[in-house]
């Protein structure tokens, strides 16, 4: 139907022309850095569609989707969880902990850690709930110190009892026996392409993402509690009006982001190192948060968006090899897509919100007639 | 005597609304001018206009005889009016001076505030209109009653001569609305023009020199304030014309359905809004409830619901206490909700027709099984509700913000009566839509009445409660002073009992 059409356009059109105007204002700030911003597409765009690079840039993009899903929960209801980076990173913490202190059968022991994660998570999130609920402190200052708290003491944790050998400046928990870890997925992608080269391992965490964003989409758009959520994030008021009880959906809401926050960090501890150390990928949260905003707050959105941060990360890395231009020009990039992309979302909200508007009224005047 | 402010056939239009009906309003230098009118009369949007902050669509407006259009209130004050806003627009963390000239600072050379001429202005403002402030005080320091005169301060500093003052008694208690009275005098005295919005009679009667009544955005009257008396006032304020009493046959039945007993609500500065309140609405009963606004039936109506914490009484339905049930447990038991203003209680304009339909309902059958949301089931009991109630719309799928206040409405009401509630509480259920919508929203109360629900209506609009009600209570300060029979009782005998100028004995 071309009404349909037309909306799938619009919602199209915001994020297609973030990335315009960010191919445009990143060509201008290269230039004037005196690069050639043809020639670092160009090589990005060459490097970052190579296979092995695409298995980097899947692995990169699962724990942004994550994250940006653990983000976008908060988001559905108003609530601003800035917490997803310390939620993920004492998840994955203790998960490593746990799961290398002991050794369960088989899939147990995978089972057993990503549990630990996700309760880990919710609860650390689910502080900050407790403090909104019981307290009325704001959830942005209170995920903030949280955060602190939490990479801070990580960081102490690790620093002394975990430390590889006298007089090692690495630390890290002990390592996880096999049965704990994420089998790769090179085979599944293999069954579509050539051989993945030596080194390039799928992570079984694109799994978790998928089954995370399934989760996600039902929990929000399907079952009576998402309604709920929603319901209050739309208008507090009335959800309350109708029911809803106002604290128990805070206190949902943080549990549950926190929970899938928990599971952020998997791809490092159960993918890369085996083990929580110092070389775990900071930043992963607010990075969420961003691409949360991009995909607005939307299951397959947030996938586009993940994906798309990811491949300008990975693809970034050619630069340096190459000289074209400076790799911290990703960094630009990302962030005018997010300001672009924030206001041409309104922007087409508006016309939207006119074109509906319209045919309710035209609605009207013809039962009028 | 000289028009400060002459106001020819002003109208103004919102989407489905007629705020201002071809109002005028002539206002002598000189004088106090009130304006009086229920909520929703056009009294906010007429100041709005006069204020700059909206324009009309047509008519034309004087001050002092020469003919303005402002574009903004900027352009209001360079006109010599100026506004004190019910809520007052102070920053409570800089002094009352900074607050004052706050935007039309005396400025030295290099940008610098002139701080000695600011003061030195305030305090001969400040004297010559016998207004007593400490201008070195943090606002966040000061009395509501102070706070206030420090907005009129402010207009005043910026050469106003014309004051409009949005229902500044709002706000105050008895004292310090004395002492504003006296202020007002004094100002007076010294020439200023000063119009006063309000709806509290006797009030204005005190302190107008004039009054303007304004019913459903049209001019219905200006009087001299010597020449009425309150009742005469509440009569042009509600109409005077008596509605056709109702023939419907009585369909109160001996079951009651809601019963509350003693109820108190206090408020957050702990005094009681709701005092006291004892009432019963049987099966197939429409009992009405008025008062002025603000007189505890928003906060009676949240401590039924159950979104308000109660101090002491109790609610029982169907015999049942419920006293301590949550919201959603009276909502499942069968407690209809109508709120009084729908946008911010009764719907989610962003989402659509069949998500607004469920809420409120969302545990219940069709609207969702086992948790979860039954979309197509949804969807269907939103195509019944639209089609029964004649909510005009493209389809379910559309937002609500998209639809007319009177369809939104229809919406609200069939959604409620569809769940086949045990009582329905309706708070102002014909305000602010068109006579159609509001015929057809009569209709479905009734038909539910005879069907034996049991009903609370609350409402401004005398006629519809006298039309409706089987039995009027009539709230004041949180009370329930009366008790009256609507087939007997009069608009002037109402208006004097919701303005607290009588009281009947048996209550």
Same mark, same amino acid.
């Given at each position: 139907?071309? &009404?349909?059409? &037309? ?5 199209v059109a915001a994020p297609a022309t973030a990335v315009v105007f960010a191919l445009l204002f990143s060509s201008l700030v290269l230039l004037l850095a005196g690069s050639n911003p043809i020639d670092a597409f160009a090589d990005m765009l060459e490097y970052g569609t190579r296979l092995e690079v695409m298995v980097d840039i899947l692995n990169r993009a699962v724990p942004l ?47 057993? =850690? ?34 602190? =708290? ?96 106002? &604290? ?11 929970? =899938? ?7 490092? =501890? ?22 949360a905003l991009l995909g607005r707050n939307h299951a397959v959105g947030v996938a586009f968006s993940a994906l798309l941060f990811a491949f300008l990360s990975a693809s970034s890395s050619i630069l340096q090899i190459t000289g074209s231009a400076s790799p911290e020009i990703v960094v630009i990039m990302q962030g005018i897509i997010l300001l672009v992309a924030v206001i041409a ?25 | ?91 409570? %963390? ?38 007593? !402030? ?15 005169? !420090? ?26 609305? @004395? @002492? ?5 005098? @004094? ?15 006797? @009030? ?45 046959? %009585? ?24 005092? %006291? !309140? ?5 099966? *197939? ?20 619901? *159950? ?48 998500? %607004? ?38 389809? !379910? ?38 006579? *159609? ?27 519809e409660l006298i039309g409706l009600s089987d039995t009027i209570l009539v709230m004041f300060h949180g009370e329930i002073v009366a008790e009256l029979d609507p087939a007997s009782i009069t608009p002037r005998d109402l208006g004097s009992y919701m303005t607290g100028a009588a009281r009947s004995e048996d209550n």
């Amino acid at each position: 139907m071309p &009404k349909d059409f &037309k909306t799938l356009m619009l919602t199209v059109a915001a994020p297609a022309t973030a990335v315009v105007f960010a191919l445009l204002f990143s060509s201008l700030v290269l230039l004037l850095a005196g690069s050639n911003p043809i020639d670092a597409f160009a090589d990005m765009l060459e490097y970052g569609t190579r296979l092995e690079v695409m298995v980097d840039i899947l692995n990169r993009a699962v724990p942004l989707y994550i994250s940006g899903i653990a983000a976008a929960v908060g988001f559905r209801m108003n609530l601003f969880n800035i917490g997803v980076e310390g939620q993920y990173s004492m998840g994955a913490f203790f998960a490593a902990a746990a799961g290398g202190a002991i050794v369960l059968p088989g899939f147990l022991h995978l089972l057993f =850690i990503l549990v630990v994660a996700m309760v880990v998570g919710a609860l650390w999130a689910g502080l900050a709930g407790w403090l909104k609920v019981a307290r009325g402190v704001n959830e942005v200052i209170s995920t903030i110190m949280l955060n602190f =708290i939490a990479l801070g003491g990580v960081i102490a944790a690790l620093i002394v009892p975990w430390r590889d050998g006298e007089g090692s400046l690495n630390s890290g928990t002990k390592l996880i026996e096999d049965s704990g870890l994420l089998p790769d997925l090179n085979w599944l992608l293999e069954i579509f392409t050539r051989d993945i080269g030596k080194s390039r391992e799928l992570s079984g965490a694109l799994v978790l993402a998928v089954l995370v964003g399934i989760f996600y989409h039902l929990l929000i758009n399907r079952s009576r509690l998402g309604f709920d959520l929603r319901a209050s994030g739309m208008n507090p008021m009335a959800a309350k009006a109708g029911g809803v009880p106002p &604290k128990q959906m805070v206190m949902l809401a943080m549990v549950v982001s926190g929970a =899938i926050a928990g599971l952020v960090g998997m791809v490092d =501890i159960l993918s890369r190192a085996g083990r929580y150390d110092n070389n775990f990928t900071p930043g992963l949260g607010f990075a969420g948060i961003a691409v949360a905003l991009l995909g607005r707050n939307h299951a397959v959105g947030v996938a586009f968006s993940a994906l798309l941060f990811a491949f300008l990360s990975a693809s970034s890395s050619i630069l340096q090899i190459t000289g074209s231009a400076s790799p911290e020009i990703v960094v630009i990039m990302q962030g005018i897509i997010l300001l672009v992309a924030v206001i041409a979302y309104e922007f087409v909200n508006r016309i939207k919100e006119r074109e509906v508007t319209r045919l309710a009224s035209l609605a009207v005047e013809g039962a009028d007639a | 005597m000289a028009l400060a402010i002459e106001l020819i056939d002003i109208t103004k239009r919102f989407p489905g609304v007629l705020a201002n009906d071809r109002v005028n309003l002539s206002v002598e230098a000189g004088e106090i001018h009130a304006i009086c009118g229920e909520n929703g009369a056009g009294k906010s949007t007429l100041m709005k206009i006069l204020y700059g902050m909206q324009p009309p669509d047509e008519g034309k407006m004087l001050v002092n005889g020469k003919e303005v259009n402002f574009a903004s209130p900027s352009e209001a004050i360079d006109a010599g009016i100026g506004m004190v806003h019910q809520h007052f627009m102070l920053a409570d %963390n800089l002094s009352v001076l900074e607050n004052v000239i706050l935007g039309s600072e005396p400025v030295m050379s290099g940008g610098r505030i002139d701080f000695n001429e600011a003061h030195r202005h305030l305090a001969e403002v400040a004297d010559s209109y016998g207004l007593d !402030v400490e201008a070195d005080d943090l606002v966040e320091s000061l009395e509501v009653g102070e706070r206030q005169r !420090v907005e009129i301060i402010k207009v005043l500093y910026r050469g106003g001569e014309i004051l409009i003052l949005d229902e500044p008694t709002a706000v105050l208690v008895p004292q310090e609305v @004395e @002492e504003l009275f006296r202020n007002l005098r @004094e100002l007076k005295a010294r020439g200023s023009t000063i119009i006063f919005i309000d709806h509290k009679l006797l @009030e204005v009667l005190e302190i107008a020199d004039s009054i303007t009544v304004l019913r459903q955005g049209r001019t219905v009257a200006t009087v001299k304030a010597e020449d009425v008396t309150a009742a005469d006032l509440a009569e042009l304020m509600v109409g005077s014309e008596l509605p056709s009493p109702e023939t419907t046959e %009585n369909t109160v039945t001996d079951t009651v359905a809601l019963e509350v007993t003693g109820l108190t609500v206090l408020d957050e500065d702990k005094r009681p809004s709701v005092s %006291n !309140v004892s009432l019963r609405v049987r099966k *197939g009963e429409i009992v009405g409830i008025a008062g002025v606004e603000g007189n505890g039936q928003g906060e009676l109506i949240d401590a039924i619901v *159950g979104t308000a914490d109660i101090s002491t009484g109790s609610i029982s339905l169907l015999g049942e206490d419920i006293t301590n049930w949550e919201v959603r447990a009276r909502r499942e038991a069968g407690i209809g909700l109508v709120p009084q203003d729908r946008h911010h209680e009764g719907l989610l304009l962003s989402a659509p027709l069949w998500e %607004n339909a469920a809420l409120g309902h969302q545990t219940q059958v069709p609207f969702s099984k086992r948790g979860w949301i039954d979309r197509a089931g949804s969807k269907a009991q939103t195509e019944r509700i639209v089609e029964e109630f004649g909510v005009r719309t493209p389809n !379910v799928e559309v937002a609500s913000y998209a639809l007319s206040g009177g369809n939104q409405q229809k919406l609200i009401i069939g959604r409620e009566m569809t769940a086949n509630p045990v009582v329905l509480i309706a708070a102002h259920p014909t305000r602010g839509i068109d006579v *159609g919508a509001q015929a057809a929203v009569w209709q479905s109360i009734r038909d539910a009445r005879a069907e034996g629900l049991a009903t609370m209506l609350i409402s401004a609009d005398l006629d519809e409660l006298i039309g409706l009600s089987d039995t009027i209570l009539v709230m004041f300060h949180g009370e329930i002073v009366a008790e009256l029979d609507p087939a007997s009782i009069t608009p002037r005998d109402l208006g004097s009992y919701m303005t607290g100028a009588a009281r009947s004995e048996d209550n």
